[in-house]
């Protein structure tokens, strides 16, 4: 029996001289490896909706044992345009497709996660001039917002929107980080009485670890204040982000990212290839 998907194309390999070989991380079913066959033709029922980055409704068959499935046909229901005319917005794309791709298993649907991917696929284009040839056939219908300049939020907004998806994907893979009490003994830590004081972060152990615990987390790294109020901040299940959050401070950034980098580096079990591009 067919089955039908609303689906990002993640990953793309060619098979033969016509098929195509096309990862997808649906809605519906989560991550999906199919067989395209006649994918790579100009004229077939896939169009150009299995280019990467693209959101399609797809319609494959199931195979059982492990086997690819069987993809029949492909629509397009949005392209990023934007993605094509800033090389930092499109960096970002790849590394959501990274994670989507190379960090969920086949067929453990995570709604949350397919519509953070979109939000930050859509979200980017409020950084990213417009095209001047405007809209391309089969690009998404949806108004597209004026971009802000990057002294009002810009590019540099980029970090924390890559930040905030990666807390997304953390948390639906079972690994959302514990900032709220101590990691290995669940003891509360103490408000930092100042921006100088210090916790400490263990990947392993999986958060923030108390003095006490702090000697066996041997990747531990110090923490300061307002990194960790950022981490609490850009949470999915936070207030704060649900609401528009003004750029982080250099100094923080940098903590933020190295500390979730780290994290899903830890994860996944290696570092990710695209880090090196959007945090270099």
């Known amino acids: ?42 004229r077939s029922n896939f169009e150009i ?9 797809v319609v494959f068959l199931r195979k059982g044992n492990g086997g690819l499935d069987l993809l029949i046909e492909a629509r397009v229901a949005e392209r990023f345009p934007h993605l094509r005319t800033d090389i930092s917005a499109l960096n970002v794309g790849y590394y959501v497709a990274e994670l989507l791709s190379d960090g969920t298993q086949e067929y453990d649907p995570h709604p949350a996660l397919f519509d ?12 990213v001039p417009p095209s001047p040839g405007g809209r391309g056939e089969g690009d998404s219908v949806t108004p597209t917002p004026s971009p802000l300049p990057p002294g009002e939020g810009g590019t540099s907004r980029i970090p924390e929107m890559v930040s905030a998806f990666e807390l997304v994907w953390l948390r639906e893979l079972g690994y959302s980080p514990q900032l ?8 509360g830590l103490p408000v930092p009485s100042s921006e100088s004081d210090r916790v400490a972060f263990s990947p392993d152990a999986g958060g923030v670890v108390c003095p006490s615990c702090q000697p ?26 649900r609401e528009p959050m003004s750029p982080l401070p250099p100094a923080v950034r940098r903590e933020v990212r190295q500390v ?5 580096g830890f994860v996944l079990g290696r570092r990710p290839r695209m880090l090196s591009y959007l945090d270099g």
């Open 1 to 42: 029996m067919s089955e039908q998907a609303l689906a990002l194309v993640v990953r793309g390999t060619d098979w033969s001289e016509t098929s195509r070989i096309t990862t997808l991380f649906t809605r519906e079913f989560g991550k999906v490896r199919g067989l395209a066959k006649g994918g790579r033709r100009l």
């Open 49 to 57: 909706a299995f280019d990467l980055l693209t959101v399609c409704h």
């Open 116 to 127: 953070a991917a979109i939000g930050v696929l859509r979200d980017l284009s409020l950084l």
């Open 180 to 187: 709220d009490e101590c990691a290995v003994c669940a003891r």
């Open 216 to 241: 066996a987390a041997r990747d531990r790294r110090p923490l300061s204040a307002p990194a960790w109020a950022a981490l609490k901040a850009l949470r999915p299940d936070s207030t704060a982000a």
């Open 260 to 264: 979730l980098g780290q994290t899903v």
